[in-house]
């Protein structure tokens, strides 16, 4: 049958395997886009550069003379829609921003589906190895790297227990986190006053610790602690 020509079933079998084994990682990862939604992905760029490519075969009535394939416009099209997609996989989480490595993974995930398309399997192939090697070969190197990150801090102090600024940075210098901005608010019906600050530091904030020096403190009414995860 013409359905199984080589032409077409290597580029959508290529796409299938791509976008299988990078959803696959993202799918293990427990991330919003998945096995299914990375397939998907894939196979319908491949379907849709297959179909941009042999258009003088399903364009049969007409005249080959007139017809004008261009396949770079139909993966601009692929590509641009792609973004609607990545758009809805990332999300703010109180001051975290999460989803935009699955964002990428979707991205590069479509581009590799055009590269079945349209039959470019060495690129494609490489393509795909190369995005296996920076989602799941490189993860060792996060905890290793030193990396800035960032604790979002508001603490409540009774009114009558006032804590100096001076007093609240030297509490979370003990912890080796520096503050950009301290912000100082009253909320009088509370008869509390709140200091918060976004500290920063190299490797993880100590959370827990600095939870339980807090809770130690009699002077402290309430506090937030969030680690700022990008």
Do not use: N
Not at 45 to 57: D, E, G, N, T
């Amino acid at each position: 049958m013409d359905w199984w020509r080589p032409e077409y079933a290597f580029p959508i079998l290529g796409a299938v395997v791509a976008g299988a084994l990078i959803g696959f990682d993202r799918e293990y990862r427990g991330r919003a886009a998945g096995l299914r939604t990375h397939i998907l992905v894939s196979l319908t760029s491949a379907l849709l550069m297959l179909a941009a490519v042999h258009q003088v075969r399903w364009m049969t009535d007409t005249p080959h003379d007139v017809i004008r394939i261009d396949p770079v416009r139909m993966a601009h099209g692929v590509l641009t829609g792609i973004g609607f997609l990545c758009g809805g996989v990332i999300f703010r989480e109180g001051f975290s921003v999460r989803g935009l490595t699955t964002a990428a993974s979707l991205w590069i995930t479509a581009a590799l589906g055009v590269l079945y398309g349209i039959g470019f399997y060495g690129v494609a192939i490489s393509g795909t190895v190369v995005t296996l090697i920076v989602l799941s070969g490189l993860r060792f190197l996060d905890g290793r790297l030193p990396q800035l990150h960032h604790l979002d801090v508001a603490v409540r102090y009774r009114g009558r227990d006032l804590v100096s600024e001076d007093e609240f940075r030297a509490l979370f210098a003990e912890f080796k986190l520096k503050p950009d901005v301290v912000s100082h608010r009253l909320l009088a019906a509370e008869d509390v006053v709140e200091l918060a600050a976004t500290f920063s530091g190299v490797g993880r904030a100590p959370s827990q610790a600095i939870a339980a020096r807090l809770l130690a403190d009699a002077r402290v009414a309430a506090f937030d602690l969030a680690p700022r995860h990008e």
